[in-house]
């Protein structure tokens, strides 16, 4: 079975860093891109970049460029999403899906979700 | 910047055809593909190049795109289909969701 496996919920004050993970198994994990999309509370879909694992090539929305940083580790099939410096405006819930390059995501993790709060 | 607009709500009495439209520049040049969301759920993938269906969805689902406009149909809406559904496109590398509209049965 094809599945995305994400890290558990986080609980973060301003400022601080963090990386939340998504493991992929079932299928060849480089043979696919990695979607991050984030979901803010009671709010729509926001695509926030891809990386392809097979050579760690990462693209981004304008939206998020510099805020955040996508990476994988193809040899754990681990794709990740971390922050350097967290905002409240951070809370939310993170999913990750696999992307049929470069069209569609096809199976989607259950999703992390962000507290940022003092 | 380019943006997929898609109208708030929509309503469908049981075993209606629901059109859900999603309107963006050029969008028949694009592939448009359709996310179905159910409340603390991830979404899944309905419609994708669009017109083709998952393994797994059923037939009730199909969409199509011309000119500005792609539309998502349901036809014999049950109400296990409620839910908020959304469209995506891509616009020069990057991934564009629409605004999303939550479909009711009455």
């Known amino acids: 079975e094809v599945q995305l496996v994400q890290s558990g919920a986080e609980v973060k004050k301003p400022g601080e860093s963090l990386r939340i993970s998504c493991k992929g198994s079932g299928y060849s994990f480089t043979s696919y891109w990695i979607s991050w999309v984030r979901q803010m509370p009671g709010k729509g879909l926001e695509w926030m970049g891809r990386?392809?694992?097979?050579?760690?090539?990462?693209n981004y929305s304008p939206s998020f460029q510099g805020h955040v940083t996508i990476s994988a580790d193809k040899s754990i099939s681990t794709a990740y999403l971390q922050w350097s410096s967290l905002k409240a405006s951070d809370t939310a819930m993170y999913y990750c899906?696999?992307?049929?390059?470069?069209?569609?995501?096809?199976?989607w993790g259950k999703g992390t979700t962000v507290t940022v709060s003092s | 910047s380019f943006d997929l607009t898609q109208p708030p709500s929509e309503s469908v009495s049981p075993g209606q055809t629901a059109n859900i439209p999603c309107s963006g520049d050029?969008?028949?040049?694009?592939?448009v593909c359709w996310y179905q969301q159910k409340p603390g759920q991830s979404p899944v993938l309905v419609i994708y190049?669009?017109?083709k269906r998952p393994s797994g969805i059923p037939e009730r689902f199909s969409g199509s795109s011309s000119g500005n406009t792609a539309t998502l149909t349901i036809s014999g809406t049950q109400a296990s289909d409620e839910a908020d559904y959304y469209c995506?496109?891509?616009?020069?590398?990057?991934?564009?969701f629409g605004t999303g509209t939550k479909v009711t049965v009455l």
């Open positions: 899906a696999r992307q049929v390059a470069p069209y569609y995501m096809d199976v």
């Open positions: 995506q496109a891509w616009d020069n590398g990057t991934a564009v």
């Open positions: 190049q669009d017109t």
């Open positions: 050029k969008l028949g040049d694009r592939y």
């Open positions: 990386i392809d694992p097979s050579d760690s090539y990462t």
